[in-house]
């Protein structure tokens, strides 16, 4: 089945302690992204990655780390994780051809840091 | 920098009706619009698409319509039902070296019984 996984489902830490959020798709998709939910503000992009070893900084960077070794796998890194990254996080992909192509989201990651 | 405008921020619609949402965005070189249905709990899903050179898409109850003159594009849902409540979000998005997509902030559609 083609799908994106995303792990944990659920995460809660303590401020300052690294944590990693996997994403991994199956459908060969050159181009992913990671985007966080807060209420009232919709979806906002942290990074995307056009394929392999390329990755840009969306509309809210900072505090995340991304990289992109591998085309199925995008992981997202929280090296010292504050309060205010409390969110709902997806991750997405899509094949960008032609005009564009929708994004395939992943089932999300509640994080909650305290 | 590029913006995404969507409206209203809730909808309560009777059901059979209609429901209408609209989007604005900034920059005209956008050249692909999306809406994605999220249901509560779940992840976003696409449910209909448009691209720079189509004026009108419909399938089935859903229709969406563009104008890029005036650089806003609409969600048309006819014959509203339950299973329509959710919510709904629009997309720009530019696919050119720098591909970057941005969201409406999300329109709450609530069908009344």
């Known amino acids: 089945e083609a799908q994106v996984t995303q792990n944990p489902r659920y995460l809660i830490t303590v401020t300052g302690k690294k944590l990693t959020v996997t994403c991994s798709q199956n459908m060969n998709h050159e181009y992913m992204s990671w985007y966080r939910q807060d209420p009232g503000l919709g979806l906002r992009q942290i990074y995307y990655s056009m394929n392999v070893e390329v990755t840009d900084k969306g509309d809210v960077p900072e505090g995340y780390k991304v990289s992109r070794k591998e085309k199925r796998n995008f992981p997202l890194i929280l090296e010292s994780p504050s309060p205010n990254q409390t969110s709902l996080y997806f991750c997405?992909?899509?094949?960008?051809?032609?005009?564009?192509?929708?994004?395939?989201f992943g089932n999300g990651t509640r994080l909650t840091v305290t | 920098g590029e913006n995404v405008e969507q409206h209203p921020s809730t909808l309560s619609v009777q059901e059979g009706d209609s429901a209408v949402i609209k989007c604005t965005y900034s920059d005209s070189a956008s050249n692909y619009f999306p809406w994605y249905k999220q249901e509560l709990g779940k992840r976003p899903q696409l449910i209909i698409d448009i691209r720079s050179n189509v004026g009108e898409k419909k399938d089935q109850r859903i229709a969406v319509t563009l104008n890029k003159t005036a650089k806003h594009f609409s969600l048309h849902i006819t014959e509203t039902q339950p299973e329509d409540s959710a919510v709904y979000f629009c997309?720009?998005?530019?696919?050119?070296?720098?591909?970057?997509?941005?969201f409406g902030s999300g329109t709450r559609l609530s069908i009344r019984p």
């Open positions: 997309a720009a998005t530019l696919y050119s070296s720098a591909s970057k997509i941005i």
């Open positions: 997405a992909s899509s094949s960008h051809e032609g005009l564009g192509s929708p994004l395939h």
